[in-house]
């Protein structure tokens, strides 16, 4: 199957500091990518569509001036979550659909913010 | 109300056995869906996709009741490496939104 990589895996950082993660689609373009997130116990929620070239759309309730997404090229989106707090800690997964509409998973990067 | 709902479980089943999940979706405009694997702490893998016609790959097979607005995952002769949460999701199109269901935790028993 398609390949999504996903940058970094792990990351902790300071409370009130901006963490940048990216996701890339390896073997195909993505036009569109989507931003998860998922805290313990708990299933996938949809932050975010990132869309190439425009701006993202954000699902209800998901802070667009804290989580900024950029989706400059067609293999690549980042999700740069700013002024972390310790409740924003979670597992950060982004996904991106291929031609035949599946969706590929990247590795994932669990932020811890202390 | 939820995109997408399924029970959470936990399903307990001893090796060997058939287990079966269901996944409702609440938007009939709904057309594509697939079922995932997650490991704990692992990112989502693909199972399967589900289409209107069925969908079989050995022991797993998927289907789709468009009327009823659900979709199903049975999974046979069961393997202890089968252990994980099955995740279901729906979307309208390859650039529309994607919604997943909580997962449905899943422990084989030797």
């Known amino acids: 199957g398609a390949v999504v990589s996903q940058h970094p895996s792990r990351v902790i950082c300071k409370s009130g500091t901006s963490v940048k993660i990216e996701c890339r689609s390896l073997?195909?373009?993505?036009?569109?990518m989507f931003w998860y997130r998922q805290f313990p116990k708990q299933s996938l929620m949809l932050m975010a569509t990132s869309n190439e070239g425009s701006k993202a759309t954000y699902e209800q309730g998901v802070e667009k001036d804290k989580f900024l997404i950029n989706h400059a090229s067609l293999t690549l989106s980042t999700l740069t979550v700013t002024s972390a707090h310790p409740e924003d800690s979670s597992f950060y997964i982004c996904s991106a659909r291929d031609r035949h509409y599946e969706a590929f998973f990247g590795q994932g990067t669990r932020l811890t913010v202390v | 109300r939820k995109e997408v709902e399924q029970d959470p479980g936990p399903f307990n089943v001893p090796e060997g056995a058939t287990v079966a999940f269901n996944c409702t979706y609440s938007n009939s405009a709904s057309q594509s869906f697939f079922w995932y694997r997650q490991d704990c702490r692992k990112e989502p893998k693909l199972l399967m996709s589900?289409?209107?016609s069925g969908n079989e790959d050995g022991r797993f097979t998927a289907q789709l009741n468009r009327a009823s607005q659900y979709i199903s995952l049975l999974i046979r002769d069961s393997k202890l490496s089968d252990s994980a949460t099955y995740l279901c999701a729906g979307g309208q199109g390859a650039f529309n939104q994607f919604y997943f269901g909580t997962g449905t935790s899943l422990t084989v028993i030797p």
């Open positions: 073997d195909f373009q993505a036009t569109t």
């Open positions: 589900v289409y209107s």
